[in-house]
Each structure stands twice: as C-alpha cells, then as structure tokens.
C-alpha cells in the first residue's frame, strides 16, 4: 500500500491570547482604581464624621494649625545680615547676602529672607527648618542660628 505523506498541521493555538492580556491589563487597571476610589471615600467619609460629631474640636483644631495674624508677622524682628559664612534661605534655597533683610524667629533664632519667611508665617504656624510651633512675639530674642 502507498502511504500518503502526512498532512502539514497548524500550530497549538497559544494558550494566552494578545486579546486576553489586553483585557486583564484593563481589569487590573480597573480594580485598582476602585480600591483608590474606595479608600479615598472611606476618608471623606470619616472626616465628616468627626467635623459633624466634633464641631468645636475640628474647629479648634484647624484654628491651631492656621498661620500668624499679620500684624504677628510684622511685629517679628528684622535684622540685616552680615555674611560670616555662606548661608542659604531654607525657604527659597537662595544664598543670604550682605545686606539682605532677614526675620529671625524667636522661639528658635532661625533666619530667613523677610519675604520667604512672612508668607509661610501667614499660613504656617511653625519654623520650616525645626517645626518649633511659634506663638505671640516675645520680646528677647536670642542669637540667630543660620
């Protein structure tokens, strides 16, 4: 008998598709961002609670951590600075000059340019260097630490 020669078969079909990574990169996609949704609401959600259970305590609470009163701010002192070494305005990362002005913070002598340091005051009631919260002007002031 003749034996017929054997048929070309195609290949096995991939077990995983392009089309099925596509939809399992979109589901992953998708199920992360309802997670992020979720927490996020989850949040919301328990901050109304307090604010609604607790009203004079949020209150409180956002009034502690508010800024200075302007008139606080600009009863601060000024000096001018004299270069002893090179020192940099945390604030604005730029070097202190002769002659520049400079507000030095009471609670904890940190120097800063006038301007950098009045606008975080307004809305900041702590040094940005130490965290030192600040109250009302004293009236001593110690030596700057720059």
């Known amino acids: 008998m003749h034996s017929l020669p054997p048929t070309p078969s195609s290949p096995p079909a ?6 099925m990574v ?3 990169a979109a589901m992953t996609c998708a199920l992360l961002c309802v997670l992020g949704l979720n ?3 989850h949040c919301v959600v328990r901050c109304t609670r307090r604010a609604i259970s607790d009203p004079a305590g949020w209150v409180a609470a ?3 951590n508010a800024g200075l009163r302007q008139s606080d701010v600009l009863s601060l002192p000024i000096t001018v600075f004299a270069a002893a070494a090179v020192v940099r ?4 990362l730029s070097d202190l000059t002769d002659g520049d ?3 030095v913070l009471p609670a904890c002598g940190h120097g800063f340019h006038v301007g950098c340091i009045d606008k975080w005051l307004l809305s900041h009631r702590s040094c940005p260097t130490c ?3 600040l109250s009302s002007p004293q009236k001593s002031t110690p030596p700057a630490i720059v």
């Open 89 to 92: 305005c945390p604030i604005c």
């Open 131 to 133: 965290r030192r919260r």
């Open 22 to 24: 596509i939809v399992l």
């Open 14 to 19: 991939p077990l995983i598709t392009q089309h």
């Open 39 to 41: 927490t996020t609401l």
């Open 101 to 103: 002005k400079m507000r």
């Open 62 to 64: 956002r009034r502690l």
